[in-house]
Nanobody, 121 residues
Framework: QVQLVESGGGLVQPGGSLRLSCVAS????????MGWYRQAPGKQRELVAT???????VQADSMKGRFDISRDNAKNTVYLQRNSLKPEETAVYYC???????????????WGQGTQVTVSS
């Protein structure tokens, strides 16, 4: 079984730090891009950042300079970091991975179930 599991969410005080992890597990042939999206209450899901296996980063314009994304290819894990969190950054953060699960299959996008990040005092 192939799955993506996010962790690190929870209640964070304004000005606190965000540290999210996402691990891809199961029978995976290869992983190209991994990344993060978020969906705030009443809003559409938006791109935060993505990173390829060679370290190339892509961030939404509104996110540039605000988030750090990194990955550990050996662990099939992608990370998202952010300091000085604001209440408006409260959202469900979703992990996405562009993966080929077998030699015979093409690459497809896989999504985690999301982790809630609530920025509030």
């Amino acid at each position: 079984q192939v799955q993506l599991v996010e962790s690190g969410g929870g209640l964070v005080q304004p000005g606190g730090s965000l540290r999210l992890s996402c691990v891809a597990s199961g029978s995976i042939f290869s992983i190209n891009t991994m990344g993060w999206y978020r969906q705030a209450p009443g809003k559409q899901r938006e791109l935060v950042a993505t990173i390829t296996s060679d370290g190339t980063n892509v961030q939404a314009d509104s996110m540039k300079g605000r988030f750090d994304i990194s990955r550990d290819n050996a662990k099939n894990t992608v990370y998202l970091q952010r300091n000085s969190l604001k209440p408006e950054e409260t959202a469900v953060y979703y992990c996405k991975a562009d993966m080929q699960v077998t030699y015979f299959s093409g690459r497809n996008d896989y999504w985690g179930q999301g982790t809630q990040v609530t920025v509030s005092s």
